[in-house]
């Protein structure tokens, strides 16, 4: 596969692309999982991952959500979410966008920080900011994807990948631990450990707002001003994290939504497209 320009890119997009999606893992950077895909129609519903999120636009508009900012992102735009950060996102235009996205996890940046230094890395990696336009460098993440799929050698691929993500870092990332946010409101933390601690099972409203020693309409308010989510959607989002989890380790579809507190698995498959782009079945074979 040749590389091309991000505005050759955009010239190339199709003027009615249909929706398709390309998903697996890597072996060579600690099975981290890896996608193409574009999206027409398909709408992201607020999630979060437990990995980090990083990927560029190829072609076409792309609407996202996250910390409460709405943006549009196109080529050249660079997405670089840290673990836990709630984001959404949407066609931005109706001939839809195409884009590559890896998900690796902390354990895999501190390791390339490690060995781009030659020291040891204190604290936790992060970035400042999560949408971003950095042609240059969105560039060469796309160039970097393709050598991961396209027949390049693996020493080409690997030195290819480890060198942007090392770019990256060093252009956008922080080296300091994030401290806890301390102006974090007590009952707002505490309802959130509840549904950390009772995910998969059944949550009243009333019975949550008892946790966190607020009314309900207080604690629907305070927590999605704090956290960018519902009480009800970051439940879901918990369920859908731990559902990649046992699907990644061979559980069934029927085990998996049955142990997530799914009602039953097409309700699964409807929540984990919405939030993952692809269905469990094609995410567990893959």
Known sequence: ???VSQEQATIAMPTRPSERTRFWRDRRFRHMECMEATFVTHEFAPHSHDTFSIGAIEAG????????????????ALYLINPGETHDGQPGTETGYRYRMIYPDAGLFTEILEEATGRAFHG??????????????????????????????????????YS???????????????????????????????IDAHFSEEIGLEALARQAGLSRAHLIRAFRKHYFI???????????????HLLRIGTSLADAAAGCG????????RHFKARVGLTPGQFRQS
């Open 164 to 194: 942007v993500l090392s770019a990256m870092f060093a252009r956008h990332g922080s080296a300091i631990i994030v401290p806890r946010d301390l102006s974090e409101p007590v009952g707002v933390r505490r309802a959130r450990d509840y």
């Open 230 to 244: 519902t009480p009800h959607a970051y439940q879901t989002d918990l369920r859908i994290r731990h559902a990649r």
């Open 124 to 161: 936790s990696p992060s970035f400042s900011r999560q949408l971003l336009t950095d042609p240059h460098l969105a560039d060469a993440f796309i160039r970097a994807h393709r050598k991961l799929d396209d027949g390049s050698s693996e020493l080409e691929s690997e030195e290819s990948m």
């Open 1 to 3: 596969m040749h590389n």
């Open 61 to 76: 508009r792309q609407v996202a959500m996250i910390r409460g900012e709405r943006e549009h992102t196109g080529p050249g």
């Open 262 to 269: 799914f009602a039953d698995q097409a309700h699964l498959t």
